[in-house]
């Protein structure tokens, strides 16, 4: 062949079956199986415990999917030769005991988990090289989605789910000119514009999701037996309280209505449903999941004061988050996500 004569670089096949898996596809599944997991064994008791046909047939079709789901995972992990997490069981369930919460509060529960395993599964999707795990995250995708959609149409159609404020039509687009309009980082400095459709639909959504778990933390803090999970629910629910006075006021001073809770969600059981195990790390994810919301908040609010309230919330969040696993690792119920080798120890 002549030196001068370009080569063809031949292409590389590959057997994309064959592909090891890489750290993001196990993380991600990893994560996935432990929600599926907590989902089922709470969904099983909810499940049962629904009389509302339309409700028992939502949590039903919850459970059935997050089932489906954890035995996925389970057999990718074994296709992969890698130890799946230990995870949750009938002993963290006892099905006969009294409801905590009524029926309508675990639909509006479960449609949030929705909105918080697809926010999970977006990435994941999207970080996934394997042919079979890339189907599996982009099922689940498309399962969550419609569920999700038929859970919200069954709320609103029971009068349950609030909708967002809706604002005055404008009459035509404009185009920002004043620099004003990010306002100010203390409202001592000057008025504040009124607030954007997306400023308003973000602390919306905030409420929605903080009151929802609140009162998840305060349902289980008269139930659990440790005294130290109870104090830790206690303080979240303290936390969040207070963080939703702080927004809702916010949204009042611009004569935009608060999201509420339309019943009493809570009974007066004191029998523990769910282990303490399972409810301590419900409630670290679920927080963690408030901490994501206020990041997503935070990249799209053009308004200083806002922007500075919610990164304050969500160094108070990530505290909460930080508290709950490590109360969790100092009883021994926090499972082990997968790690790469620590180098340092293996050259000593």
Same mark, same amino acid.
Request: with cysteine; proline share 5%; aromatic share 8%.
């Given at each position: 062949?002549?030196?001068?004569?370009?080569?063809?670089? #031949?292409?590389?096949?590959?057997?994309?079956?064959?592909?090891?898996?890489?750290?993001?596809?196990?993380?991600?599944?990893?994560?996935?199986?432990?929600?599926?997991?907590?989902?089922?064994?709470?969904?099983?008791?909810? !499940?049962?415990?629904?009389?509302?046909?339309?409700?028992?047939?939502?949590?039903?079709?919850?459970?059935?999917?997050?089932?489906?789901?954890?035995? =996925?995972? &389970?057999?990718?992990?074994?296709?992969?030769?890698?130890?799946?997490?230990?995870?949750?069981?009938?002993?963290?369930? =006892?099905?006969?005991?009294?409801?905590?919460?009524?029926?309508?509060?675990?639909?509006?529960?479960?449609?949030?988990?929705?909105?918080?395993?697809?926010?999970?599964?977006?990435?994941? %999707?999207?970080?996934?090289?394997?042919?079979?795990?890339?189907?599996?995250?982009?099922?689940? $995708?498309?399962?969550?989605?419609?569920?999700?959609?038929?859970?919200?149409?069954?709320?609103?159609?029971?009068?349950?789910?609030?909708?967002?404020?809706?604002?005055?039509?404008?009459?035509?687009?404009?185009? %920002?000119?004043? &620099?004003?309009?990010?306002?100010?980082?203390?409202?001592?400095?000057?008025?504040?514009?009124?607030?954007?459709?997306?400023?308003?639909?973000?602390?919306?959504?905030?409420?929605?999701?903080? #009151?929802? $778990?609140?009162?998840?933390?305060?349902?289980?803090?008269?139930? %659990?037996?440790?005294?130290?999970?109870?104090?830790?629910?206690?303080?979240?629910?303290?936390?969040?309280?207070?963080?939703?006075? !702080?927004?809702?006021?916010?949204?009042?001073?611009?004569?935009?209505?608060?999201?509420?809770?339309?019943?009493?969600?809570?009974?007066?059981?004191?029998?523990?449903? $769910?282990?303490?195990?399972?409810?301590?790390?419900?409630?670290?994810?679920?927080?963690?999941?408030?901490?994501?919301?206020?990041?997503?908040?935070?990249?799209?609010?053009?308004?200083?004061?806002?922007?500075?309230?919610?990164?304050?919330?969500?160094?108070?969040?990530?505290?909460?988050?930080?508290?709950?696993?490590?109360?969790? $690792?100092?009883?021994?119920?926090?499972?082990?996500?997968?790690?790469?080798?620590?180098? &340092?120890?293996?050259?000593?």
């Amino acid at each position: 062949m002549n030196d001068n004569q370009p080569s063809i670089q #031949q292409p590389i096949h590959h057997n994309l079956a064959d592909l090891p898996p890489v750290s993001s596809e196990v993380g991600f599944l990893w994560n996935n199986y432990i929600a599926a997991n907590m989902s089922t064994c709470f969904l099983t008791k909810w !499940a049962k415990e629904a009389t509302d046909p339309d409700i028992k047939e939502c949590l039903q079709m919850e459970l059935d999917a997050a089932a489906t789901a954890w035995k =996925d995972i &389970k057999i990718l992990f074994e296709s992969i030769d890698y130890p799946a997490p230990a995870g949750f069981g009938e002993q963290d369930i =006892d099905i006969n005991a009294p409801a905590l919460f009524s029926q309508s509060f675990c639909l509006l529960f479960t449609r949030m988990m929705q909105r918080m395993l697809i926010q999970h599964l977006v990435p994941a %999707v999207t970080s996934a090289y394997r042919g079979d795990f890339q189907d599996f995250f982009h099922n689940q $995708i498309k399962t969550a989605a419609d569920r999700h959609r038929k859970y919200t149409e069954i709320l609103l159609a029971k009068g349950i789910l609030q909708r967002h404020p809706s604002i005055v039509r404008p009459e035509q687009a404009e185009i %920002v000119h004043d &620099k004003d309009f990010l306002g100010s980082y203390f409202s001592v400095f000057g008025e504040q514009r009124p607030l954007t459709a997306v400023e308003i639909g973000h602390i919306y959504s905030i409420m929605e999701i903080e #009151q929802l $778990i609140r009162t998840f933390y305060v349902g289980y803090s008269q139930a %659990v037996k440790s005294d130290n999970v109870r104090q830790y629910l206690l303080k979240a629910g303290d936390t969040l309280e207070k963080q939703l006075d !702080a927004l809702g006021r916010i949204l009042t001073e611009e004569d935009v209505p608060c999201p509420a809770i339309s019943e009493i969600p809570m009974t007066d059981s004191t029998t523990p449903g $769910i282990s303490d195990r399972l409810v301590l790390n419900l409630a670290t994810a679920v927080t963690a999941f408030i901490a994501t919301s206020y990041g997503e908040a935070i990249s799209t609010v053009a308004r200083k004061d806002l922007g500075l309230t919610m990164m304050r919330f969500i160094t108070e969040i990530l505290s909460l988050a930080k508290n709950g696993a490590e109360l969790a $690792i100092e009883l021994g119920w926090l499972d082990k996500s997968p790690q790469t080798a620590d180098r &340092k120890e293996l050259t000593h």
